[in-house]
């Protein structure tokens, strides 16, 4: 398998009143939140890695009509957990993760990908943040009211 490109995306997901929907990680149970991922391919842009992995991740279409992801020109270069480090190429130690968001009604449907994630929960603002794992994207989502002003 080749090795992850330390470059990826994250989608915070929430509704108009900025309930946050977050997602339990498959291999590390307790371990809550947004979608997630790392581009295919080194050239791969930024906001089709985000409609993928939103897909992927929920079975959430962005058509950009509807649903509208929103790129927040906002990266975050973080430490790769160790646990994680042999998906990278040797040495590689840090990634870079780019922010992005999404309004989508209360009552989508949701669909896991049963191999990456074992449950959902919408939650409010604080406590989806407080339920995340990681910091970057704990403080994207107490960002939120920042990015979408309208709640």
Known sequence: MPHKIPESVLVVIHTADLEVLLIERADRPGFWQSVTGSLDRPDEPLLETATRELFEETGIVADGER??????????????????????APGVTHNTEHVFSVCVPR???????PREHV?????????????????????????????????
């Not at 509208?68 to 957990?81: A, G, M, P, R, T």
């Not at 009552?107 to 990908?113: C, K, Q, R, S």
């Open 67 to 88: 649903i509208v992801l929103n790129d927040w020109h906002l990266s975050n270069i973080y430490e790769i957990y160790e646990t994680w480090r042999h998906r990278y």
């Open 107 to 113: 009552d989508i449907a949701i669909t896991l990908a």
């Open 119 to 151: 449950a959902y929960a919408w939650l409010p603002l604080l406590a989806a943040a407080d339920r995340c794992f990681s910091s970057s994207n704990a403080e994207a989502i107490l960002q939120l009211r920042h990015h979408f002003p309208a709640a």
